[in-house]
Nanobody
Framework: QVHLVESGGGLVQPGGSLRLSCAAS????????MGWYRQAPGKQRELVAT???????NYADSVKGRFTISRDNAKNTVYLQMNSLSPEDTAVYYC?????????WGQGTQVTVSS
């Protein structure tokens, strides 16, 4: 059974940092591309960052230079380091695993950036 469990969300002040983690189980983690997506209230879910099985990364323009995605295949975990957070980053952040027709989502973790 596939599980993607996000953690690390919370309330942070503008300019602050958070590190999200997504612990994966139930599939061959190292073979999958992993990603972080987010959904703000009243908006569609959008790509934040992805990392391939070979650790190539891709970022949304809105987070380039501020967010860093990484993976630890030994721990079956993908991370999202978020720096210089702004209120516009407030959203539920979802972890995604993708390989071919297989596509899995976590339950999401709330990130709120507010003073």
């Amino acid at each position: 059974q596939v599980h993607l469990v996000e953690s690390g969300g919370g309330l942070v002040q503008p300019g602050g940092s958070l590190r999200l983690s997504c612990a994966a189980s139930g599939f061959t983690f190292s073979s999958y591309a992993m990603g972080w997506y987010r959904q703000a209230p009243g908006k569609q879910r959008e790509l934040v960052a992805t990392i391939t099985s070979g650790s190539r990364t891709n970022y949304a323009d809105s987070v380039k230079g501020r967010f860093t995605i990484s993976r630890d295949n030994a721990k079956n975990t993908v991370y999202l380091q978020m720096n210089s957070l702004s209120p516009e980053d407030t959203a539920v952040y979802y972890c995604n695993a993708n390989w071919g027709w297989n596509n899995y989502w976590g339950q999401g973790t709330q990130v709120t950036v507010s003073s």
